[in-house]
């Protein structure tokens, strides 16, 4: 999944302002479990808080028991993605908006790949529904392909 290749650009930042090492991977447990266990916001400069505010605002707001840890950041971040794409942004776009609203890295040709895989799903969803006569979901499946692929 495309979370998985997700990187915080910042985290030696984070690191010096924890006193200890901080991963990369922004949707890893640890990365999740030091910004959300004993941050000190007020160490921060105005634009890494306000990357981390917006990924916890964005991808972490669940009610699942074992959050953020409960697999929501994720899915939310590749929604996320997709709705970008959707607005007509390009993949390098993407990426550009990653980086500026979240701090968060991803190469493009892995925002390509990922956007293709997801047209390949959803190509499997749209003929299995027209195989069940599944109608209204062929059409939102046809319809998120073309949004995909524009």
């Given at each position: 999944?495309?979370?998985?290749?997700?990187?915080?650009?910042?985290?030696?930042?984070?690191?010096?302002?924890?006193?200890?090492?901080?991963?990369?991977?922004?949707?890893?447990?640890?990365?999740?479990?030091?910004?959300?266990?004993?941050?000190?916001?007020?160490?921060?400069?105005k634009?890494?808080?306000?990357?981390?505010?917006?990924?916890?605002?964005?991808?972490?707001?669940?009610?699942?028991?074992?959050?953020?840890?409960?697999?929501?950041?994720?899915?939310?971040?590749?929604?996320?993605?997709?709705?970008?794409r959707?607005?007509?942004?390009?993949?390098?776009?993407?990426?550009?908006?990653?980086?500026?609203?979240?701090?968060?890295?991803?190469?493009?040709?892995?925002?390509?790949?990922?956007?293709?895989?997801?047209?390949?799903?959803?190509?499997?969803?749209?003929?299995?529904?027209?195989?069940?006569?599944?109608?209204?979901?062929?059409?939102?499946?046809?319809?998120?392909?073309?949004?995909?692929?524009?």
């Amino acid at each position: 999944m495309i979370a998985r290749k997700a990187r915080f650009r910042r985290a030696k930042k984070l690191q010096n302002i924890v006193g200890y090492r901080v991963p990369e991977s922004v949707f890893s447990g640890p990365f999740l479990e030091a910004v959300t266990s004993c941050m000190n916001f007020q160490r921060m400069d105005k634009r890494l808080r306000e990357q981390l505010l917006n990924i916890f605002r964005d991808f972490m707001d669940c009610n699942c028991k074992g959050s953020p840890l409960c697999g929501c950041p994720e899915k939310k971040f590749a929604k996320t993605v997709l709705e970008l794409r959707m607005t007509g942004l390009d993949h390098r776009q993407i990426g550009d908006v990653l980086q500026d609203e979240y701090g968060i890295d991803l190469y493009p040709a892995d925002i390509l790949g990922f956007l293709e895989e997801s047209v390949h799903v959803l190509e499997a969803i749209k003929s299995v529904a027209d195989i069940g006569k599944k109608t209204e979901l062929s059409a939102l499946s046809a319809q998120c392909i073309a949004g995909i692929e524009h």
